[in-house]
């Protein structure tokens, strides 16, 4: 039987996000006010601590072109580096408010030293009153990212079958039904669960050879999970005879793997996989890792594996790295 891998890969930046909305009371009398000087609005941080600071700023605008005439006076609004400690890459998207209802939007990407500036937007005095709120009101609503980290490449693996159609079990209505059951599983705590033989034998070859030789099983039409909770051995049916899993929870995932591990489910092993891969953090990498091995999921074990390697050589929070290297020292060998 011939495959071919079918691979996808993602380049993303890591970054640190923020959504920052300056509402201007009474913006006609704070103009006069301010008397021709710019407004700035309170400063914002982007991530958790205060090195990465930022404000908007709003002042008055020359030669600012238009339709119908050049060399206008109009107002301008800025975004400025308040502090930083390094060049931030960043990009953002503006959106202006009036009466509830989003009246503009611009997008707009640049590179930023500490106090340098951004002109986000530019329009004549005229056209800025057109933005004034019928309570007086103007608002600014700025979606920041800031790129904090190198570029990270994340590739995933299938391998397709290609002289094959995959057999997807399509038994909904029999799914945890008595009518024409003729097997019991019985799990760990004691529940027993209708289900069919020819169904099971299908879709395992475990099953499958519980049944066909001369086991207990086959005598006493019924099956003993009792490693395996209720909540699981429905999940397991459920992919069988559905094709889907309901509960992506990664506890449930991981202990799902363990049983389509030992039942060789291999597609809902590969689900697994792949739900229990998309839950990675440094918090949780190495018991992955360990389950991953344990199980013999060769997709999930790379995954891992790469996730902590990356994790090690990037420029990240100590204490991830700490809590990633503690969880290693528990798991090798003394």
Not at 123 to 151: A, Q, W, Y
Not at 239 to 259: C, K, P, R, W
């Amino acid at each position: 039987m011939s495959s071919v891998n079918k691979i996808t890969a993602y380049t993303q930046a890591d970054k640190e996000d923020c959504v920052f909305t300056w509402i201007i009371n009474d913006y006609t009398l704070v103009c006069q006010e301010a008397n021709d000087q710019q407004i700035i609005s309170p400063t914002f941080n982007v991530g958790r601590d205060d090195q990465k600071q930022f404000a908007l700023m709003i002042s008055e605008a020359d030669d600012v072109e238009t339709d119908n005439e050049e060399g206008s006076v109009g107002t301008k609004l800025e975004l400025v580096c308040i502090k930083a400690t390094e060049s931030l890459p960043l990009s953002l998207k503006l959106s202006i408010i009036k009466d509830d209802k989003t009246v503009y939007i611009s997008v707009a990407s640049e590179i930023l030293d500490e106090n340098e500036f951004l002109t986000i937007f530019e329009t004549t005095n005229r056209d800025m009153h057109k933005l004034i709120s019928s309570n007086g009101t103007v608002i600014f609503r700025c979606e920041l990212s800031v790129s904090v980290g190198p570029l990270k490449n994340i590739i995933n693996y299938e391998s397709v079958k290609t002289n094959c159609e995959v057999f997807k079990l399509k038994f909904v209505r029999f799914f945890l039904s008595d009518h024409l059951s003729d097997v019991k599983l019985r799990t760990t705590c004691g529940k027993e669960i209708p289900a069919h033989k020819v169904v099971l034998a299908v879709a395992s070859p475990v099953f499958k050879a519980m049944f066909d030789h001369d086991m207990l099983e086959k005598k006493s039409k019924s099956v003993d999970m009792t490693d395996v909770s209720y909540e699981t051995a429905v999940e397991m049916l459920r992919y069988i005879y559905t094709g889907s899993v309901e509960n992506q929870e990664l506890f449930q995932a991981m202990d799902l793997l363990a049983v389509a591990d030992k039942y060789q489910l291999e597609e809902l092993k590969s689900v697994c996989e792949q739900m229990i891969g998309s839950n990675l953090s440094t918090e949780n990498a190495v018991d992955i890792l360990r389950v991953a091995d344990k199980h013999n999921a060769k997709y999930l074990r790379k995954k891992a594996a790469d996730f902590i390697k990356f994790q090690i050589i990037r420029p990240s929070n100590s204490d991830d790295i700490s809590r990633i290297i503690l969880g290693m020292a528990q798991v090798l060998p003394k």
